[in-house]
């Protein structure tokens, strides 16, 4: 059971880690994509939002920098505690499960990420549901977010004896 359990872990490093390398490759389109949520580009079904819209290239590029460093810390934790719950899996539960520290803080990391940045501040406070684009981002985060934090949820409650 432990090497599944690092087994899921691993492929959510590789998911975070492929996402930030994919923005790192694609620059204009990720800023023009962030560009787009905090401009507010369209918003037909509420016109005004508690939020100005951001257009400042230098706020744009720091969202996006923040996004694909947060990619790459969550991937980069994630992957350093699935090597060592491999690494632990077979031993004592305790073990194991003091293992899981760097997995933990990588879903720690990915809820912040998706939670926290997609869906609190893009869809809530700068209202990207109101696009195609954005709600493809929006489905994508929700997603990406249920998988961190399922995964901390079965990570939180392994049996330590």
Known sequence: MEFLIAGLVAFLALMHLAYAIQNVLNPTQAGEAIADVLGQAEAP???????PPIRSRASIWTALILIIALQFA???ALALGAVQMFIAGGGS???FAAATEWALIGCGIALLLW?????????ALFQMWQTPLGQGAM?????NGTFAGVVMLILLFLPTV
């Open 45 to 51: 079904v509420y016109p005004r939002s508690m939020m």
């Open 74 to 76: 969550a991937g980069a």
């Open 93 to 95: 539960p305790a073990d």
């Open 115 to 123: 939670f926290g940045l997609f869906l609190t501040i893009g869809a």
């Open 139 to 143: 489905g994508d985060a929700y997603r």
